[in-house]
């Protein structure tokens, strides 16, 4: 059993949309915390955190050895969620997404290594799966990676790194993401089903790409407590795993998703697009999790798409259509 007080724990990202709601539980739950982020999308996710004797931020980059180093000293754990997060991001900026992704991963693997870092969490994603090769077909950790990304390649890859460590002594696990939705210190409406809802709740009609594809949604607050889990979870159960995260239940297509928000703003207005702008089209089967750490969802779409709407109606964000909600 993991005695937190005594265990430090190193976020990479850990100003980010989920790193920061990560951060959040750590630090409820008695752990130290360092975060590492070089604040791409600003700080104002930290500020409750400021202060606080057991969080620790350094303002830095992990493709930089120094910052590596600096975030890296007396570390029990390590969860690594920087990345270039996204495919359009990552085809816009395809060098930067390969350095961070890929390049500073690894490095920040090896230095863990010298360190004597205990465990590993990776943020990976269930986009790796990319489309059903059998339509309406439930994936699990088993099924074939098809990465259809440069994102979801370097996801990937760096997954295929960590299995092959086998003779390492740190315990690496895999979080394969689902698709995230709700509100933590950094709110991110570029997501399906925040973007949806906050146009929704902005009287915009929705114009609807891929209306057939299925994508695996979860809490953003659940998908952080998820890496709790992971991390104080017996080692023999999470060394050397992948979990897909979220709940076998929570599978949707766009279409599905437009209908639970016109439950909940029945003035919407949607429109469908015939042409196809991603091809990911996957369902997920997220058992494991479940079965094998007895994790479960607490919040679903629905109780996503209210907590979105009732932002937006109270007017609690004063400049929805801000870029710092996006991240490309
Ligand atoms: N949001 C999703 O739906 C989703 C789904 C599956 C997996 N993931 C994974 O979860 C992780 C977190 O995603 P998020 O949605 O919180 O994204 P985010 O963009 O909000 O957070 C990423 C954080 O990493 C930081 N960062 C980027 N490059 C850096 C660098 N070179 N050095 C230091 N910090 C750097 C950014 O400033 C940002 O705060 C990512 O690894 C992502 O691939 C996200």
Request: hydrophobic share 40%; with cysteine; aromatic share 10%.
């Amino acid at each position: 059993m993991v005695n937190e007080q005594n265990k430090t724990v190193l976020v990479t990202g850990g100003a980010g949309y989920i790193g920061s709601e990560l951060v959040r539980i750590l630090l409820q739950d008695n752990f130290r915390v360092v975060a590492l982020d070089n604040l791409s999308f600003g700080g104002e996710s930290l500020l409750s955190f400021w202060g606080n004797p057991a969080f620790t931020f350094i303002k830095g980059d992990i493709r930089n050895d120094d910052d590596l180093r600096a975030a890296l000293k007396d570390v029990d754990y390590v969860c690594h969620l920087a990345a270039i997060v996204g495919e359009p991001p990552c085809k816009k900026y395809p060098e930067l997404a390969l350095e961070v992704n890929w390049n500073a991963s690894v490095r920040l693997y090896e230095l863990c290594e010298e360190a004597g870092v205990e465990r590993f969490v990776f943020a990976s994603t269930c986009s790796n799966y990319g489309k059903m090769a059998v339509a309406n077909s439930l994936l699990d950790e088993t099924a074939e990676l098809n990465p259809i990304s440069l994102y979801s390649e370097t996801k990937v890859n760096f997954e295929k790194y960590l299995l092959s460590h086998t003779n390492s002594t740190i315990t690496r696990t895999i979080l394969r993401f689902s698709t995230v939705y709700g509100i933590s210190p950094r709110p991110r409406f570029d997501l399906t089903v925040n973007e949806f809802t906050r146009d929704a709740a902005l009287g915009k009609p929705l114009l609807i790409y891929g209306e057939h594809f299925w994508r695996p949604y979860c809490h953003v607050s659940d998908l952080a407590r998820s890496v709790k889990i992971a991390l104080t979870a017996d080692k023999g159960k999470v060394n050397g795993e992948a979990f897909n995260v979220g709940d076998t239940a929570q599978n949707y297509t766009k279409k599905m998703l437009a209908a639970e928000i016109g439950r909940e703003i029945p003035s919407l207005e949607v429109n469908y697009h015939p042409a196809v702008t991603d091809p990911r089209d996957y369902k997920v089967n997220c058992d494991k999790i479940r079965d094998v750490l007895g994790f479960k969802i607490s919040k679903t779409v629905p109780n996503g798409i209210r907590e979105i709407a009732s932002l937006f109606r109270e007017k609690v964000i004063s400049e929805p259509m801000n870029a710092r909600y996006g991240n490309v």
